[in-house]
């Protein structure tokens, strides 16, 4: 969370800094502030309340310039959204930072700076690491060893980014646990959270690894690893397609990356889906034999990527005859928990920095796994470093907070994982066939399915005035169902709770009334006479029913149930045929609603803090 860029040039880097910010807005846009040094050694700072826009007015009302700068959108921890928790954070006018994390042991740190005279004008975290610095400045005279003595007393996770007024040829960065990549240009070079920030002035770049810390200048960059010793970190080309600065016309990048789900899907599937099947190498280098030896998954993620893993349990126990457990990133890596024998870990992650997720990969590799696996969106992401096998997901850069074409790219590459498993566990032919013929026909499928938009948008009106919904499926529609729940909330901010409708008469069925909409997503497979059951359940009780039903399904409209007829597929992509509707209902809710539906309130893209 919070996006971080910097830049140490001969010209004036506001601009660069400032198109950084925008593309990075997505991962916190509570405040943001700019500092610059320029070439006479002096140190200015603007900052405001919201997002980059309201800085980058700022900045041309009353314009500062600088060839070294560092800048941050905010996504708020420790401190109010105020202007003086915006960061950078400075110490005494000489010392600037900005900061992605979380400084856990901050407290401390602060009641022993404040005894050493150093005075506090913000409630957050980073303002501690400016004053730790200058503190370790003041007995070393040097900024880099400054930068190496305090990043020893910190707890937590940092990125961060400093420069001192008093030595203006160089930044000093550290990383713990929050990523860092900095972008290498001619007679410059730049720094940022995010490789996206930096493609309009660089394609080349160097991913800082966990502990180091790295002196960069305008022509060089120097990396310590984090004992200090010298290390060469690697250049890489970043040959990322997606420029996300474009919304391709459409209104949101949401509705862009709803829209590009046949195309991101077609790209994942290409060159990986064969006539007969798969080859296990798509997971990586020797993941055959790695693959050949698992009996059990454990799968952990959080918010929408957990809801790819619950989909996905179904699949890997019903097809590929692997026993299969999912959980919460954050609640796995705070418990004990018992690894069956030849297990592989999987993990999955739009963004591959989710702090839980991450957490709880490096604790089980620690537990004796046989093997661990990452279904990630992002090359390169400490998540894919981290893990012996990795399927990289196609979807290109997903800048909408809501996740939507990176689930159903996870849920694709979730059933090549269920081909590649189930052919050293017995997987029938007859299965096996049919993940094929479904996967061949899922693109064209969901471009079918996006052809419900206009009945979708009517639906949507109906919403608008609702304050809560419950959504159900059954089987493995019923993580759909949660994936549907957790869209509508999130942009939206109408409550939605999602249940396996079999659960309904155990408690939840107390809330039905006519101002209860009741969403169901009814494909036509083995479980649609139960779920006809549940339907009828909630009309006798007056609750308004919005039907996604397979039309051989036979539900009909009538005045409590609208029904939404969606193309017929096979029942192995059926999860992720049913999303596309969800979603389109979610985005043209809160379109009407007015709400930010790209960047939602109090929420970021990229929990990189726990
Ligand atoms: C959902 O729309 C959210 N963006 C969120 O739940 C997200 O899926 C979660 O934070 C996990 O992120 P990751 O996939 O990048 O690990």
């Not at 310590?224 to 459409?250: C, I, M, Q, T, W």
């Not at 996870?410 to 094929?436: E, P, R, V, Y």
Request: hydrophobic share 40%; with cysteine; aromatic share 6%.
């Amino acid at each position: 969370m919070c996006g971080i860029v910097g830049a140490i040039a001969e010209r004036n880097v506001v601009p660069i800094l400032l198109e950084g910010l925008r593309r990075l807005e997505y991962r916190g846009y509570d405040s943001a502030g700019v500092a610059l040094l320029d070439g006479q050694g002096n140190l200015q700072r603007t900052r405001r309340i919201g997002k980059v826009k309201e800085l980058a007015d700022a900045l041309q009302d009353n314009p500062i310039k600088g060839v070294t700068g560092i800048a941050h959108t905010r996504w708020a921890t420790h401190g109010g959204v105020t202007e003086a928790n915006a960061h950078p954070h400075f110490s005494s006018e000489r010392i600037a930072v900005v900061h992605n994390g979380i400084i856990e042991n901050y407290e401390s740190l602060r009641t022993d700076l404040t005894t050493k005279g150093y005075g506090f004008t913000s409630d957050t975290d980073t303002e501690t690491i400016a004053h730790q610095v200058h503190f370790e400045l003041d007995n070393c005279d040097d900024l880099l060893t400054a930068v190496q003595n305090a990043v020893k007393k910190f707890h937590g996770a940092y990125g961060t980014v400093i420069l001192d007024k008093n030595d203006p040829d160089r930044v000093i960065v550290a990383r713990s646990g929050s990523p860092l990549v900095i972008g290498l240009g001619l007679g410059e070079n730049f720094i940022a959270s995010d490789q996206m920030a930096l493609f309009p002035v660089t394609r080349r770049f160097m991913f800082l690894e966990e502990g180091d810390v790295a002196e960069i200048t305008r022509t060089s960059i120097k990396v310590f690893d984090s004992a200090g010793l010298p290390v060469e970190r690697e250049v890489k080309e970043s040959n990322l397609e997606h420029d996300a600065g474009d919304k391709a016309g459409y209104r949101h990048y949401m509705l862009k990356e709803i829209h590009e789900q046949p195309t991101v899907i077609r790209n994942t599937l290409s060159g990986r889906l064969q006539d007969n099947g798969i080859s296990a190498n798509i997971f990586g280098h020797g993941a055959d034999e790695l693959l050949a030896k698992i009996k059990h998954v454990q799968i952990i993620a959080c918010g929408t990527s957990y809801h790819s893993g619950m989909t996905a349990r179904y699949w890997l126990e019903q097809y590929a005859n692997v026993s299969c457990n999912v959980e919460i990133a954050s609640e796995f890596r705070y418990r004990k928990s018992y690894v069956h024998p030849n297990s592989l870990i999987v993990t999955i992650s739009q963004s591959g920095e989710t702090a839980d997720t991450l957490a709880a990969l490096r604790l089980a590799k620690e537990q004796g796994y046989a093997a661990s696996l990452t279904i990630c969106n992002v090359p390169g992401s400490s998540l894919v470093r981290e893990s012996d096998l990795a399927f990289m997901t196609l979807a290109g850069a997903e800048i909408g907070v809501a996740s939507t074409k990176a689930f159903t790219t996870q849920l694709t590459g979730f059933l090549m994982l269920t081909m590649a498993l189930g052919k050293h566990n017995n997987m029938s032919q007859d299965d096996h066939q049919h993940i094929i013929k479904a996967l061949h026909s899922l693109p064209a499928k969901l471009e079918e399915t996006l052809q419900l938009t206009d009945g979708i948008k009517a639906l949507a009106e109906e919403f608008a005035d609702m304050h809560h919904s419950l959504f159900l499926g059954r089987g493995d529609q019923y993580p759909i169902a949660m994936e549907g729940a957790l869209k509508l909330k999130e942009i939206s901010y109408i409550h939605a709770e999602a249940y396996a409708s079999g659960e309904l008469k155990h408690g939840p069925l107390a809330l039905i009334d006519d101002e209860m909409p009741v969403i169901v997503v009814a494909p036509n497979n083995e479980l649609l006479e139960k779920l006809k059951s549940n339907v009828e359940e909630v009309r006798a009780r007056g609750g308004i029913m919005y039907v996604f039903a397979d039309k051989e399904a036979n539900f009909k409209s009538d005045e409590t149930m609208r029904v939404i007829n969606v193309p017929h597929c096979e029942s192995a992509i059926a999860p992720i045929v049913y999303t596309l509707p969800l979603q389109l209902l979610s985005y043209y809710v809160a379109v009407i609603k007015g709400t930010d539906v790209d960047q939602p309130r109090n929420l970021a893209k990229s929990v990189t803090v726990e």
